[in-house]
């Protein structure tokens, strides 16, 4: 996936830890609904861990566009036992044919996707990084929600 909208990633130096910038606009209440869900495409709202996040409240400004990668059905069969979650036939078709990150489901606030230009979110995704997944030259991104 493709993380952004850190307000303090657009003058961060070169080493910078980037994705915990935000925290002065707040959050805003998860609104994670069972019938979306994580398939290549998505637009969700990136969100601090549980651990100091239990209500899943979003990030008012950080966002993430799913990229993933195809699952064979035996990788979901072991997913569902891993966290006794079922996928749905709609779910198994999008994870086997198109991809997704199917762990992130029912934990993230999902609230869009994609209609055109995911070859860039590819090469987004493709670029040379450092050890904390940063890309090693900045990238600007302008993203347009249409409604």
């Known amino acids: 996936m493709i993380q952004g909208g850190d307000p303090t990633s657009k003058n961060a130096a070169p080493n910078a830890i980037l994705g ?3 925290d002065s606009l707040g959050t805003i ?9 994580h398939k290549r495409g998505v637009l ?3 969100r601090k861990g549980d651990n100091v996040n ?3 409240a979003s990030s008012a400004c950080q966002f993430y566009i799913v990229t993933g990668q ?17 996928f749905t036939p709609e779910e198994r078709i999008a994870y086997t044919t198109i991809g997704g990150t199917p762990w992130l489901d029912q934990s993230y606030t999902i609230f869009g996707e994609v209609e055109s230009g995911m070859e860039v979110a590819d090469k987004i995704s493709n670029v040379p990084k450092d050890g904390n997944d940063r890309p090693l030259a ?10």
């Open 20 to 22: 915990n910038g935000g």
């Open 29 to 37: 209440r998860a609104e994670i609904r069972t019938y979306l869900f």
């Open 44 to 46: 969700a709202a990136a």
């Open 54 to 56: 239990p209500t899943k």
């Open 70 to 86: 195809k699952f064979t059905d035996d990788q979901l069969n072991q997913m569902e036992l891993q966290t006794n979650r079922k």
């Open 138 to 147: 900045d990238i600007r991104m302008k993203v347009e929600i249409i409604k």
